[in-house]
């Protein structure tokens, strides 16, 4: 099949679904949003999976499609256009599963890849903890391989849609006696069981989809570790790696409907007339096509292979971006972007842009960790 006519395809399904209650979804969802309708997008992640829109550059043995990085990148920007819903599945298929393409078993594999693939299973993420932000290596959740099964103690924090996931991927540590890099592990924990407490953060966007997750004695079984036991910096770095280039490339797709979006209001408001908004709605343009090239030249290549440290450069410039962007937004609309738009708390997309975005120079290991990755693996330079 030609790309051309690979668009037309997936414009078609777009057309044909988005409909009846999906369409109550068009535009909801993303960063800083992903509160919304969060039922109702599990539906949608189901129905991705029934069409086969899921894994699309997943090797076709593991139940993917194993499309063209072109096609894919199509894909994207048809789903964007559309204005189809953040995706409540991402951080199972875009994290957890090429993971597990790169390290995990042949039985993890079966295991757990189905129902990434179906849209019935999702995933969170057990990084951060209070202590250990960016400096993952120094993450006090521990475990121990008891009887069969890993006995898991600590806390985690910022757990995106921790609340709505029925697994959580967590690095613990299950050597105390190894150096800070080794003696972590790679575990796979159910969360619906009896040790393990949820409580969502309150963020500055009035919403709650990052949250606190306790373990006190909670379980996994003892097969359920990715890599061997000790491995997991190893593994690790590896979703890292994916979080910060490829991952994001649909995300970035979405940042081109929220730059019209911006532009639209400059130019409803009549700011667009200001000579300096309009400089930085020409330059934000033109860096909005350099990172879209950027990160397709960067990453076409097999989605089982873990990418190199390359990644920083496109965590590098899109983070920054995306946060001036959200400046761009509240300074276009004017004194208007400094009240809320109803009692108590209701933002508009102008505000919650600007506000979630101040995040996006942490999340995935913040631009002081990028650039020292950039300066000692690609350049060389001593630590």
């Known amino acids: 099949m030609s790309d051309e006519e690979f668009r037309a395809e997936v414009r078609a399904w777009l057309d044909a679904n988005l409909t009846g209650d999906f369409a109550d979804l068009i535009g909801t969802g993303g960063p800083g949003r992903e509160h919304e309708f969060v039922p109702e997008r599990m539906a949608w992640e189901r129905r991705l999976g029934e069409g086969g829109w899921i894994g699309l550059g997943w090797p076709a043995a593991d139940g993917g499609r194993e499309l063209s990085w072109a096609q894919q990148v199509i894909f994207y920007e048809e789903y964007a256009r559309a204005g189809a819903p953040g995706r409540v599945g991402h951080i199972g298929e875009q994290l957890l ?7 995990g ?19 969170c993420q057990g990084y951060s903890e209070p202590g250990a932000g960016s400096d993952l290596a120094a993450v006090k959740t521990k475990a121990v391989l008891r009887e069969g099964e890993w006995h898991i103690d600590g806390q985690k924090v910022w757990t995106s849609l921790a609340q709505f996931s029925q697994w959580c991927f967590v690095i613990a540590r ?4 190894a150096e800070r890099h080794r003696g972590l592990s790679y575990l796979l924990v159910p969360m619906d069981q009896p040790g393990i407490e949820v409580r969502p953060i309150m963020q500055l966007t009035g919403t709650t989809e990052f949250n606190e997750v306790f373990f006190d004695d909670a379980r996994a079984a003892a097969d359920d570790v990715v890599g061997a036991p000790g491995d997991g910096w190893k593994v690790a770095m590896g979703t890292l790696a994916v979080e910060r280039g490829v991952s994001t490339f649909g995300q970035q797709m979405g940042f081109a409907a929220e ?27 033109i860096e909005l096509q350099v990172l879209k090239y950027t990160t397709v030249s960067m990453f076409g290549g097999p989605v089982d292979r873990a990418p190199g440290s390359e990644v920083s450069i496109t965590k590098l410039l899109w983070g920054p971006w995306h946060q001036r962007l959200g400046e761009l937004a509240v300074d276009v609309a004017g004194p208007g972007a400094t009240t809320v738009e109803a009692w108590p708390y209701s933002l508009t997309d102008a505000q919650t842009l600007f506000l979630f975005s101040r995040s996006d120079t942490i999340y995935g290991g913040s631009n002081e960790i990028q650039r020292n990755v950039i300066a000692e693996r690609m350049l060389g330079l001593p630590r």
């Open 97 to 103: 599963g090429p993971t597990l393409l790169m390290f």
């Open 105 to 123: 078993t042949p039985e993890q594999k079966r295991r757990f890849l189905p129902g990434i693939l179906a849209g019935t299973e999702l995933w």
């Open 174 to 177: 299950t050597d105390p006696t």
């Open 259 to 285: 730059y019209q979006a911006v532009l639209g209001t400059a130019r409803s408001t009549g700011t667009i007339d200001d000579p300096e908004i309009a400089a930085r709605l020409v330059d934000s343009w």
